[in-house]
């Protein structure tokens, strides 16, 4: 049921970032009728417990309804986080996730089974109510029209690899982890919470530490490559560390894939269905193929120990494989970004001192209305790009204009779009280009 309902997931978000603008426009409406269809998974898992014969298809159905609605409430909270200021929004999911793992260990701890199907059902209601009414208090000039949504480039075709083999390994250790038996099902799933802290703390450092998803990708694949290749020499309790280290590894990839897309989302004003939708599709794809081989292995073809070490070697030399390809190239966004946040370079364009100093200021002033008038900045532009000239990065630039870090960094984009450039030194380069002619 768990690998119906991924299915379905992975195809639904597929769906929606071919339909993106569709999506988008009509996301109070999908959001409302898809939270409404995960109660049918709830109400089957009661009457199953109640009542015998009921038909195998029904089970299939009410499940594949479930990924569906998964799809729609975390699209609906994506955009959500993609339309406030970033300010606290790794803070937020970061503590959400923590919240969402204790609800779900304690609607699954107890032996009473009809109290947890209550409580699911109260959390599936309580998290779209919680949705839905926050996103009633989003001012209304901050929704753009759909046409104002910049797209770009999300994942490269290596990166989405990368990201799929991590599906791959998260679904193959979940279905493992489950054939164990509910309580180890139960702890696996708690195990997501060291990761989910790990997040948490780069959060709440904030711009102290610069984490994207190649750090991430680096910091898990030690983690996730020592949990695939010790698995198959241990029982019971090992079998268990192995999966809570990858588990957690996992959440935490996710955690901060969820936050840096929210983030550039509302910082660069990119389509946020289009870029959460072709995030999640490849590592929900992967997370299908994991658990298909998972049940394979297991129900249909059982293996020995020597052939399953054999499966997890080779496990692990392709995700090893893949983070190679991949090289560590998130998105060509990012290194915009980082390359914006970089320390101040010295200006060398204007020199001397006293009287020449500030003739070389106002020719230098000059140089920048000239580049300025030439592409077509607005005021608020020219103001940033003056500072930029200088040599002044994104957080200096927000203390000077007295304006949010992420509303320098908006500025920055539209100023480094406009002169077609992707560095602080080329922008620097133009102005003095500009003298000579």
């Known amino acids: 049921m768990r690998i119906v309902s991924v299915s379905t997931l992975a195809t639904t978000f597929a769906l929606c970032a071919r339909r993106a603008d569709w999506v988008f426009e009509n996301r109070n409406r999908l959001f409302a009728i898809g939270s409404l269809v995960a109660l049918p998974a709830v109400a089957n898992a009661f009457v199953n417990n109640a009542f015998e014969g009921i038909p195998f298809i029904a089970s299939l159905v009410s499940w594949a309804l479930l990924g569906v609605a998964q799809a729609s409430i975390m699209m609906h909270w994506c955009v959500f986080f993609s339309l406030i200021p970033t300010r606290r929004t790794a803070v937020c999911v970061s503590l959400g996730s923590i919240g969402g793992t204790l609800l779900f260990v304690l609607a699954n701890a107890s032996d009473t089974q009809w109290l947890n199907l209550f409580e699911i059902a109260l959390f599936i209601v309580g998290s779209v109510g919680l949705a839905a009414f926050l996103s009633t208090r989003i001012p209304p000039e901050r ?28 679904g193959f250790m979940t279905i493992e982890l489950c054939s164990m038996g509910p309580i180890v099902a139960l702890i696996g799933g708690a195990s997501g919470i060291a990761g989910v802290l790990v997040a948490l703390l780069w959060a709440l450092l904030g711009s102290k530490v610069d984490i994207d998803m190649a750090i991430v990708q680096r910091i898990s694949l030690p983690i996730l490559i020592a949990g695939i290749l010790l698995f198959p020499f241990f029982d019971g309790a090992g079998k268990v560390v192995c999966g809570g280290m990858v588990v957690a590894a996992l959440a935490h990839s996710t955690i901060v894939g969820w936050c840096t897309t929210s983030i550039d989302n509302y910082e660069f004003r990119l389509h946020p269905i289009d870029r959460f939708a072709l995030r999640q599709a490849p590592s929900n794809i992967g997370f299908f193929v994991g658990a298909i081989v998972a049940f394979v292995i297991l129900f249909v073809y059982p293996l020995s120990g020597t052939q399953l070490s054999l499966l997890m070697v080779v496990f692990a030399l392709v995700v090893i494989l893949m983070f190679c390809v991949y090289g560590g190239d998130d998105a060509k966004m990012r290194r915009r970004l980082n390359e914006l946040l970089a320390p101040p370079i010295a200006n060398n364009s204007s020199g001397g001192a006293g009287g020449e100093q500030s003739s070389q200021a106002g020719f230098f002033r000059k140089r920048c209305d000239c580049v300025s008038e030439r592409y077509g900045l607005t005021p608020r532009e020219e103001e940033v790009f003056f500072l930029l000239a200088k040599g002044r990065n994104a957080e200096y630039i927000a203390e000077q204009l007295v304006v949010s870090s992420a509303t320098a960094k908006s500025h920055i984009y539209h100023i480094y779009r406009k002169l077609d450039i992707n560095s602080q030194q080329h922008l620097m380069n133009i102005v003095e280009e500009c003298e000579e002619a």
């Open 143 to 170: 929704i753009l029209s759909i046409e104002k949504f910049r797209r770009t480039t999300v994942l490269t075709v290596p990166a989405s690899l990368s990201v799929a083999c991590q599906g791959a390994v998260y």
